[in-house]
Each structure stands twice: as structure tokens, then as C-alpha cells.
């Protein structure tokens, strides 16, 4: 009899250790699996970061290579029409392949209002072709623009795309109060400006809300 409890007893201890094997099993192939998920994700914020940058890195070439015309409504178009274009491209990256849904809605605002705006331009820049000026508002308002090594990654695409547009928004708001200082006579642009000054102040505060969480 006491045989029979002892093989009964060992066989339970047995069935206990292979039971928190298992359960160890399971523990270290779940770790192992997040682990692998945040190396995934990672990888995926890794390189659409690289994307804004990339959109960034073309509306900076695209500024060196600009040539002014000297008439400040003219180049004012120019500057921020190409500005307004690597607001896009960014706002569309984040769009596609942001997962913050606060930040997809500002972003796609920010799009349609930047297609809108990129209209506009248009229209300035095919009537005003053949405009001559001295003024070198565009040469300032490019060195008024932040240097790529100053904008940093956050870790996630959508709080990196949050700290960019924060700068990208200053640096507007300082080309359009630059522009607004000059002899411009153009009412449109005159107008797309005051908007800039009024209403990127209140946006940065969101995206810095955003990105500070």
C-alpha cells in the first residue's frame, strides 16, 4: 500500500513539473513573440520615418536649387507653394501609415487645405511668369527654413510627423510674416499669409500636445 501512494505521489510531482513546463514553454514563446512584434513595429515606424525625412530632404534641394525672379508676390508663390508640397508628402505618409487617429485627421486637413492653397500658387505663378523685381525675399525666406539635422525621430511615425510639422509650421509662419513686411500687392497671397500667421499657431499647439503625450 505504501508502494501505491509513493508511485501515486511521484507520478503527481511528475505531472505538476511537466505541467510548468509547459506553462514556462508557452510564457517564453509569448515573450518571444511580442518581442518580435515591437521588433516589427520597429522596422515599420523605422522606415516610413525615413520616408518624411525623404520628403523633407526633396523640398530642401528643390529651395537650393530655386531661382527668384526679384518680385516678392511671385516668389512668395514659389517658396510656399514648394513648401506646401513637402507639408503634403508628409501628410500623405502619415495618412497611409500613421495609427494614431487624431493624427491621420489633422494630417489629411492639413492635405486638402495644402492642395488648396498649391492651387492658388498655381494660378500666381502662371500670370506672374515674366515678373522682374529686386527684391531677395526668396533667398531669405529659404534661410529661414529648419536644417534636416535639427528635426528629430520620436521613436513612432506618428509623433515624429507631430515634432517635423511643428517646425515645419514655424518655419511658415516666419516666411509668411517675412513676406507680409514686403511691398506685395498680390490680395491672394496677401491673404494665404494672414491665414498662416493666424491659424498655425493654434496647430502647432495641438501637434505639441500630440507629440508631448
Request: net charge negative; glycine share 6%.
Amino acid at each position: 500500500m505504501k508502494k501505491l501512494l509513493y508511485l501515486f505521489a511521484a507520478s503527481l510531482f511528475l505531472l505538476s513539473c511537466g505541467g510548468n513546463d509547459r506553462k514556462n514553454n508557452r510564457s517564453e514563446n509569448d515573450d518571444q513573440g511580442t518581442h518580435m512584434e515591437d521588433m516589427h513595429d520597429a522596422d515599420f515606424h523605422k522606415k516610413h520615418i525615413a520616408d518624411l525625412n525623404d520628403a523633407m530632404n526633396v523640398m530642401m534641394n528643390d529651395f537650393r536649387n530655386q531661382k527668384f525672379s526679384g518680385d516678392a508676390d511671385y516668389d512668395f508663390a514659389l517658396v510656399m507653394k514648394r513648401h506646401h508640397q513637402g507639408a503634403l508628402d508628409m501628410a500623405q505618409c502619415l495618412i497611409d501609415n500613421g495609427s494614431d487617429s487624431e493624427m491621420k485627421a489633422f494630417a489629411t486637413k492639413i492635405r486638402d487645405r495644402q492642395l488648396h492653397d498649391i492651387q492658388e500658387f498655381d494660378l500666381i505663378i502662371q500670370g506672374m511668369s515674366n515678373s522682374k523685381g529686386d527684391s531677395d525675399f526668396g533667398k531669405r525666406a529659404i534661410g529661414m527654413t529648419t536644417p534636416m539635422n535639427e528635426l528629430k525621430a520620436l521613436g513612432t511615425l506618428d509623433k515624429t510627423y507631430a515634432s517635423m510639422m511643428v517646425s515645419h509650421h514655424l518655419d511658415a509662419i516666419k516666411i509668411a510674416e517675412e513676406y507680409l513686411k514686403e511691398s506685395g500687392k498680390h490680395p491672394k497671397m496677401m491673404e494665404i499669409a494672414t491665414e498662416i500667421t493666424k491659424n498655425h499657431p493654434e496647430e502647432i499647439r495641438e501637434l505639441e500636445s500630440f507629440r508631448n503625450k
